[in-house]
């Protein structure tokens, strides 16, 4: 099973939106509705931020949404605050009952 | 409030063998899926392993079938991940982390521990 693939960085000014692309394929992230996404600072654990494609758990701003077309889902930032800057990793349940996370992509808030 | 607190990392050579724990607190442990997820030095995420509540259901990613073996014993609310077969790419700092329905996602994470895996 091959790792999702996400850009290496997106950067964004503070205010403003920025998405996060995950493309996968049909057995992992068009094939079910367990998208996940999870922000990660550095020297810290992750953080689930995003479940089921588009579900936020408790605690979470509203300023995180995620989506998906087909076999690509997106995290969408607005918004964008200074805590924002982190590591963001999306991950996907699979056809073969495994998870398997995307390469990472590195937020810069300018 | 839920709790992950991971040991048993540390340097090992290669070939040799380590067993992580994972105590947790805060939850009902026997109602969880939970997770083992590694992340080597400068790189990212890659999930390990995963344990049903009941322990019948486990599933491993290939880089690691076969040499690793998850566990959890409910009474003592503790996972556990055996690591034997070691490899110089199996160094990486290992997470113990809650299941969200079921294991499609994780929802509470240690702080991990680190396996360095070097003669």
């Known amino acids: 099973q091959s790792a999702l693939t996400q850009p290496a960085s997106v950067s964004g000014s503070p205010g403003q939106s920025i998405t996060i692309s995950c493309t996968g394929t049909s057995s992992d992230v068009g094939g079910y509705n367990y998208v996940s996404w999870y922000q990660q600072h550095p020297g810290k654990a992750p953080k689930l931020m995003i479940y089921?494609?588009?579900n936020r758990p408790s605690g979470v701003p509203d300023r995180f949404s995620g989506s998906r077309s087909g076999n690509t889902a997106s995290l969408t930032i607005s918004g964008l605050q200074p805590e924002d800057e982190a590591d963001y990793y999306c991950s996907s349940y699979t056809t073969i009952s495994i998870l398997v996370f995307g390469g990472g992509t590195k937020l810069t808030v300018l | 409030q839920v709790r992950l607190v991971e040991s048993g990392g540390g340097l090992v050579k290669p070939g040799g063998s380590l067993r992580l724990s994972c105590e947790v607190s805060g939850f009902t442990f026997s109602d969880y899926y939970m997770s083992w997820i590694r992340q080597a030095p400068g790189k990212g995420l890659e999930w390990v392993s995963y344990i049903s509540n009941s322990r019948k259901t486990i599933y491993y990613a290939d880089s690691v079938k076969g040499r690793f073996t998850i566990s959890r014993d409910n009474a003592k609310t503790s996972l556990y991940l055996q690591m034997n077969s070691l490899r110089a790419e199996d160094t990486a700092v290992y997470y113990c982390?809650?299941?969200?329905?079921?294991?499609?996602?994780?929802?509470?994470w240690g702080q991990g521990t680190l396996v360095t895996v070097s003669s």
């Open positions: 089921e494609v588009s």
């Open positions: 982390a809650r299941g969200h329905e079921g294991a499609t996602s994780m929802d509470f």
